[in-house]
């Protein structure tokens, strides 16, 4: 078995690596979008419906502009114009809500921004926005949670895969579950839940001349330069967007919402910086959320568990105006052996604000039903949840009909088991107890997509033996500062401590987006590139600078090791620290740029490549007091080469704890009424706490997958929340005998 390890030698590749950025951190010196303040700098406070579907009638801002240090109260009328944006090439011009706001007087989900209010400060601002009188023409909201699909459900042809994988739709799916010997028929459903990073969305906007800069609070800053430049009707070049941290996004600051362009054309006709920073219980409303999934899986299967026939049939509520797919059909295609497979999908119209990508979108909720599934079939033969995973493991992706890159699931169970003690678990439901309290022991397997998005980045080596890298991607909260720095110490030579990492700003080379859990394998090749072309350069000025140490002698005949060129046939020994090359050509610096191409997407894939991995956990059941807490969780993932396991454990125990909140807590809840989230807020919106969280395992596999990138660097920013509401569940009805299909886990269903 392979484990990570530290490193041999000097390499920071695959070496426990505290945040390079941890120091700006703790001191309160790194500055998130809302931190950024301007002379003259106005604030901007949007007003939301009070209804989820109707028209506004009058909007009445009398009183409101007549308030102390109001500028202007904005809405249809007088907001000037923003257009639509569409897609672009790549990611480009994407978001979820089109529509943009003020378009029309329609109110569709609770929430909506109808006007805006700017003030000279905050409270103002906010005094101002609660003094607008709306009224409207109203109509019932439908926040209805029976969901049943509009329109006639069709196979699912994953969006998140490589561009030709197969229907999920293989042999006779139907009429194999008809004949199958054992049959399991049954239903899943998860709530919608709300993305809470700590840091609330923002924008500052400023307008200089015909030039739009927006600090963002974004997980992709090019793609929201491509939308607001459209809104505006700006060559892109005019249009900068800066996020230099988040406090983490989940998904949700992916793509840009509607406050972002509404700060922007208060900021146009102001003539002033707008700084709109989206409260608490906006972030409920207008910024995406995981919509609520219906799923109905039936596996047929023969007498000693090998499995027949697949068939999941999902839905998901969406917004009236997007389309958004929650693609819980992701996975089930290729996860485990099935020779008859159908997943089809069909989408619920609601007057609720537009769903969005949620940390592992669409496999996430879709495995928590596939995996419990495989574990209710288990139980129904008595076969244990390891056994019947082992019994369906597959030879390849059986949608694409193409090997996996690196695929090494049954170890995971294997090291999974051995790391919880699994052999000493008793079937029977309630059978094991530890002080006084009932155990419940459960698992479930799990898999996210590894792919390449296309990424830039650029290299400089400097004449006092610094280097800078610089990347437009961002750093979420998961470590991408560090790995940057770990990739150009590596290439180049240089000491962690003397680089200088840039990113989040679309002034820098094209970065990818903070999402899909593909930063990482994605900059490597665009890095090493970069710094192979500054050293290309640096070897060319010490063959042509005048009393060079290899003045004589021609750029092939030179290598570059540990931040030194030197002569081949003399060896590294007698090399020469880049610095003094530089120095002596007055040089200050010389760069390299790099790129790396996509392969997300990639339509003629040889391989599939995915991370996979295992959760195991242990609940504890107090039946007297109907207290339930997990107890103890071993995740064990295998997603490559893990360039940084500190930050990468720390990436897996967060999605863990996040699918403790997701098996027993998390769930937005509309009103039937007026169509509002209720619990909008930290303290109804319940989430995993410290005092939730359990010591956590993680165990990484560490087999390098050379189909990604020349480290073997897949990601691991969400599979550690894929399998583990599935895991707990499972582990619930081991303890208590209770079945919940519905999550979260509630006190009430178990008794
Ligand atoms: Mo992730 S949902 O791709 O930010």
């Known amino acids: 078995m392979a484990t990570t390890v530290e490193a041999p030698g000097t390499s920071p590749i695959g070496r426990s690596t505290p945040r390079v950025d ?85 109110v569709r989900y609770y929430g909506q921004y109808i006007a805006l209010a700017v003030a000279d400060t905050f409270e103002s601002a906010k005094a101002a926005a609660d003094a607008v009188r ?33 229907r999920s739709e293989r042999g006779d799916a139907a009429g194999a579950f008809a004949s199958a010997p054992v049959k399991l028929d049954q239903t899943y459903v998860t709530p919608a839940e709300t993305h809470n990073p700590i840091e609330l969305h923002a924008t500052t906007a400023i307008w200089d001349g015909s030039t739009l800069t927006l600090y963002e609070s974004s997980q992709g800053v090019f ?60 972030m409920f409303q207008t910024v995406g959320h995981r919509p609520r999934t219906q799923q109905r899986v039936r ?47 069909g989408r619920a119209k609601r007057n609720i ?37 082992v019994l369906n493991e597959p ?31 008793t079937a029977e439901v309630g059978s094991m107890k530890r002080d006084g309290l009932t155990l419940g022991w459960g698992m479930a397997g799990c898999t996210w997509v590894a792919a390449r998005f296309p990424a830039a980045a650029s290299v400089q080596l400097r004449d006092d033996g610094t280097a800078r890298v610089a990347c437009g991607t961002q750093d979420i909260g998961t470590g991408t500062y560090t790995v940057l720095a770990q990739l150009t110490a590596q290439r180049a030579g240089v000491p962690l401590d003397k680089i200088e990492v840039v990113l989040g700003d679309t002034s820098l080379p094209a970065g990818p987006i903070s999402g899909g859990s593909m930063v990482t394998g994605s900059v490597i090749p665009a890095v090493f590139a970069a710094a192979d072309n500054a050293i290309a350069s640096l070897l060319n000025i010490a063959v042509t600078t005048p009393g060079s140490a290899f003045e004589k002698r021609k750029p092939d005949e030179l290598a570059f090791e540990g931040g030194r060129v030197f002569a081949k046939v003399d060896g590294v020994a007698k090399g020469v620290p880049f610095a003094d090359l530089l120095g002596r050509a007055n040089l200050r610096l010389v760069t390299g740029g790099g790129e790396g191409a996509a392969t997300f997407g990639n339509p003629k894939p040889k391989f599939s490549t995915q991370s996979f991995g295992c959760h195991f956990v242990e609940v504890t059941w107090q ?25 990468g454990r720390n990436q897996v125990e967060g999605a863990v704890v996040m699918g403790i909140g997701m098996a027993l807590f998390e769930h937005t809840t509309y009103d039937p009424q007026n169509g509002a989230p209720i619990n909008s807020n930290l303290a109804d919106y319940v989430m995993a706490v410290n005092a939730d969280v359990p010591p956590i395992e993680v165990h990484f596999l560490d087999y390098p997958d050379k189909e990604i990138n020349e480290l073997g660097a897949r990601g691991i920013g969400e599979i550690g929340l894929a399998g583990i509401a599935a895991a707990i569940t499972a582990a619930v009805h081991h303890a208590t005998g209770v079945r919940v299909r519905e999550l979260p886990v509630k006190i009430e269903d178990l008794i």
Not at 232 to 257: D, Q, Y
Not at 316 to 343: M, W
Request: charged share 25%.
């Open 22 to 106: 941890g120091p700006l951190k703790v001191s309160g010196a790194a500055k998130y979008a809302s931190d950024f303040h301007f002379p003259g700098m106005l604030y901007a406070v949007p007003v939301g419906a009070t209804i989820a579907n109707g028209r506004v009638v009058k909007i009445d801002a009398a009183a409101a502009e007549k308030m102390p240090g109001v500028r202007k109260i904005f809405h249809r009328e007088n907001i000037g114009k923003i257009s639509r944006s569409v897609l672009g090439p790549g990611f480009e011009g994407i978001c979820d809500e089109r529509r943009p706001p003020f378009e029309d007087d329609v």
């Open 134 to 166: 709306v009224s409207y023409d109203k109509e019932k909201p439908n926040v209805s949670t029976d969901l049943k699909a509009d329109d006639e459900p069709q196979v699912v042809v994953t969006t998140f895969g490589p561009a030709n994988r197969v």
């Open 223 to 282: 793609n929201l330069q491509g939308v607001l430049a459209q809104m505006f009707g700006l060559p892109k070049e005019n249009v900068r967007v800066i996020t230099k941290f988040l406090g983490s996004g989940f998904g949700g600051k992916l793509w840009p919402w509607t406050h972002c362009p509404l700060a922007a054309a208060a900021a146009r006709q102001l003539g002033k910086p707008v700084k709109l920073v989206v409260s608490r219980k906006m």
């Open 299 to 345: 596996l047929g299967a023969a007498a000693d568990g090998k499995l027949i026939s697949l068939q999941q049939d999902y839905v998901n509520d969406k917004a009236i105006l997007d389309h958004y797919h929650e693609d819980c059909g992701e996975a089930t295609a290729f996860q485990y052996s099935v020779p008859n497979l159908r997943v089809a999908f």
């Open 353 to 389: 604000g537009s769903p969005t990508a949620m940390r592992g979108p669409g496999a996430v909720p879709g495995l928590y039903a596939t995996e419990s599934a495989l574990n209710e079939l288990a139980d129904q033969l008595k076969i244990d949840p390891v056994q019947i995973r």
């Open 395 to 425: 030879k390849i992706d059986e949608s694409l009909g193409i090997p996996f890159s690196s695929r090494h699931l049954l170890e995971c169970f294997s090291v999974g088991a051995e790391k919880f003690g699994w052999s000493k678990r």
């Open 623 to 647: 039946a007297e007091i109907a207290r339930l807490r997990v107890s103890r969780v071993v995740t064990v993932i295998d997603a490559g080469r893990i360039l940084n396991p500190l930050a």
